[in-house]
């Protein structure tokens, strides 16, 4: 009955270090897991921001085009 109790009363203080290890492992592979992941969540915002940036030069020259005949910007006359 002693040995039950010193087990009990030994689990009541905190974890025991096999319990401890299993915690800080699961979480050191969940961190190495998810981290690319953010790299990547990063890299797709930069693409999203290039793909607008390159639809809006296209309606920018669009409209120029427009405004000017069906020339494009940087065309000079007489020069193609």
Do not use: W
């Not at 890299?43 to 409209?63: H, K, N, V």
Request: charged content about 25%; aromatic content about 4%.
């Amino acid at each position: 009955m002693s040995r039950h109790v010193q087990r009990t009363s030994r689990r009541l203080n905190g974890f025991s270090r096999l319990e401890f290890l299993t915690v800080v492992t699961v979480t050191a592979v969940l961190t190495v897991i998810t981290v690319p992941d953010l790299g990547d969540s990063a890299d797709e915002a930069r693409c999203g921001e290039l793909e607008l940036s390159l639809f809006q030069l296209r309606q920018a020259i669009d409209r120029y085009a427009r405004d000017h005949n069906g020339k494009l910007p940087g065309h000079v006359a007489g020069h193609v």
